[in-house]
């Protein structure tokens, strides 16, 4: 009995040593981690691990409530992300496959369609009128609204 007892100890130590001398899925695939450029403000929304796990969630959650709600806030608004993590080479976040999101998302093989309505670089800041009125011409919405009309 003690000698079946020494042998399942032997299996299992050498079971063990063949999972901690597996390399690791990244290393086994080949694949490098994407290098990311920190972003320009002091600290993020969220911390690291959070943003990446939750960020489309808080994204979309955010949408809603800008979209559905017409409440506006910037702490988690694509804006803002992009403003702090457009790249110091492109001054985009998804131009070319090193820039912030498309970095992670090429590597997580995941297809982004932000960028089919949004800008992928942040807007120059130019100071604007104070307490202007926007253009009529700037859109048939805006026109109507600026002008007093109601659809």
């Known amino acids: ?5 020494h042998w399942l100890r032997l299996a299992v130590f050498l ?17 490098n981690l994407p290098k990311l450029e920190k972003g320009k403000g002091d600290a993020c929304v969220e911390d690291t691990e959070t943003m ?7 994204l979309k959650h955010q949408r809603d409530k800008t979209m559905r709600h017409g409440i506006r806030t910037t702490k988690h608004s694509l804006k803002g992300c992009v403003e702090c993590h457009a790249g110091s080479k ?7 496959k090193e820039d912030f999101c498309m970095a992670c998302h090429a590597y997580a093989g995941v297809k982004l369609d932000c960028w089919d309505c949004h800008a992928t670089k ?8 104070v307490g202007k009125a926007p253009r009529p011409d700037a859109s ?3 026109a ?7 659809q």
Do not use: F, I
């Not at 009995?1 to 007892?5: E, H, I, Q, V």
């Not at 942040?122 to 009128?129: S, W």
């Open 1 to 5: 009995m003690a000698r079946l007892g």
């Open 15 to 31: 079971g063990m040593a063949a999972v901690l001398a597996t390399p690791s899925q990244e290393a086994a695939a080949g694949v």
């Open 52 to 58: 990446r796990r939750h960020h489309m969630s808080m």
């Open 90 to 96: 492109t001054g985009s976040v998804a131009s070319t």
């Open 122 to 129: 942040p807007a120059p800041k130019t100071p604007g009128p």
């Open 140 to 142: 048939p919405l805006l």
């Open 144 to 150: 109507a609204t600026v002008n007093g009309a109601s």
